[in-house]
């Protein structure tokens, strides 16, 4: 069987998602979709949350309409959207009456808020496929996905995730029934509704691939592929034809956002290839990503650039030869529930820089003050300098090791166009 997975870029209004029933019933393998947020509605219902949460009702009020009519219109049959649809609204009204008599979103209300956007596609997209004679059937990953501990954050349990995944989609599969799946969302221990982070339908799946044991994963978006570069900013970026598991993952991680950086491991593991595939230029080939490809003979397959983000320095001369310093760092770094993207240390022990997102800084710079209370105090650690903002440039492929020069021609290029590093 095959993963299909289809982006919001892929489901905006109703000739795409036309257009995307007609694309799945090309293919005659038996599949199961994944399928993401139509257009950005991810972005207007965190939105109508930060709007409930100011008490701004009018703008909840029309933002809400607004949603509602996209919704209904994106349904092949205008008379007739789902029911499910009906209640699904009525419980997103709830919730952001409840943000607004609160004034307050928790990281919960915060990951539920987000979970309307996937499901709803869920019963638009099959709404489409039965359209085009399919039979197909909207599940919600909630009873798929189980993240392994009671936080928002945890990561995914597959032990628990398989059992509920076998129960769930083989007799559908074997029964010829296409189940159309939210991308993103999942469930905790204690059965609280969790994300895999924006972006995360990708990983959902690939996390489906992996226990589903599929032939391959496609994942279909609005570009023909992992490009050379971020298209938005590189007008002459072209498709890298194929692409290793190993580079995949740091061109995720480093900011090429047509992948969620967690997307690669689950396929990794069971060597399944993925396809990344352009929806509406369906013929061409794309990028697959698999074990084994062929080095780029210029050594570098991609530049990729993550912004927002600063670079925080830990400095001072007491801090030489005293164990523990770092441990102590980076437990406030997780205290405060930051993500470190980089780390490095001066050979002269005095100074420890690390790259975390702008709007984590606040929060981590109370925490770091409050940890190193001593040592600030008495001089031993002299300051918490703070840089931003900053970006992060990387080059990317596997080809570059051993293949010399390729640092000197990248640092020649920054100071070429005035970057300072
Ligand atoms: P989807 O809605 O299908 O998940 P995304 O917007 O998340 O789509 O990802 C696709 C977008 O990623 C592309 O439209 C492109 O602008 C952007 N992108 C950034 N870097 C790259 C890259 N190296 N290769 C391809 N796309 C990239
Ligand atoms: N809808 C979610 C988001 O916008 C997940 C996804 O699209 O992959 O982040
Ligand atoms: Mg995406």
Not at 310 to 316: F, K, P
Request: net charge negative; glycine share 10%; charged share 20%.
């Amino acid at each position: 069987m095959i993963i299909m997975k289809f982006g919001g870029s892929s489901l905006a209004d109703c000739p795409c998602l036309e257009h995307v029933a007609s694309l799945v019933k090309s293919f005659d393998e038996p599949k199961a979709l994944v399928v993401s947020a139509l257009g950005k509605s991810t972005d207007r219902l965190l939105q109508l949350g930060l709007w409930a949460e100011k008490g701004q009702t009018e703008q909840v009020k029309s933002g809400l309409n607004a949603l509602r009519l996209d919704h209904e219109e994106a349904f092949p049959d205008l008379e007739n959207p789902a029911e499910d649809h009906e209640q699904l609204f009525t419980e997103l009204s709830s919730l952001l009456e409840g943000i607004q008599l609160l004034r307050e979103q928790t990281p919960r209300s915060k990951s539920l808020l987000a979970s309307f956007g996937e499901r709803l596609s869920i019963h638009v997209v099959a709404a489409h496929l039965k359209n085009q004679g399919l039979r197909a059937q909207a599940i919600d990953a909630r009873e798929l996905i189980e993240t392994a501990d009671n936080g928002q954050n945890g990561p995914v349990d597959f032990v628990q995730s398989s059992f509920k995944c076998q129960e769930v989609l083989l007799p559908l599969l074997e029964d010829g029934v296409i189940p159309v799946i939210t991308g993103f969302l999942a469930r905790n221990k204690v059965g609280f509704t969790t994300t895999l982070g924006r972006g995360g339908s990708d990983y959902t799946a690939t996390i489906l691939g992996q226990i589903m044991k599929a032939r391959e994963v496609w994942i279909w978006t609005d570009v023909s592929g992992i490009l050379s570069a971020d298209p938005r900013l590189v007008k002459n970026a072209h498709t890298l034809p194929q692409v290793s598991y190993r580079e995949a993952s740091e061109m995720s991680f480093f900011g090429a956002k047509v992948l969620h950086p967690k997307t690669i491991a689950p396929v990794a593991r069971q060597n399944i290839p993925v396809r990344i595939l352009n929806t509406f230029k369906a013929k061409d080939p794309g990028t697959l990503i698999s074990a084994d490809t062929p080095k780029s003979l210029a050594g570098v397959k991609t530049v990729a650039t993550m912004h927002g983000l600063s670079l925080i320095t830990i400095e001072g001369r007491g801090m030489a030869g005293r164990p523990g310093i770092a441990r102590r760092i980076f437990e406030a770094t997780e205290l405060a529930g930051c993500n470190v993207v980089m780390i490095s240390q001066a050979s002269s022990e005095q100074s420890v820089s690390f790259v975390v997102s702008q709007n984590e800084v606040p929060e981590l710079v109370n925490t770091l003050k409050s940890r190193f209370a001593f040592e600030l105090d008495q001089g031993l650690i002299e300051s918490i300098g703070i840089v931003e903002p900053i970006a992060i440039a990387s080059i990317i492929g596997l080809g570059m090791s051993g293949t010399p020069g390729i640092s000197g021609r990248f640092f020649g290029a920054l100071g070429k166009v005035g970057v300072n590093v």
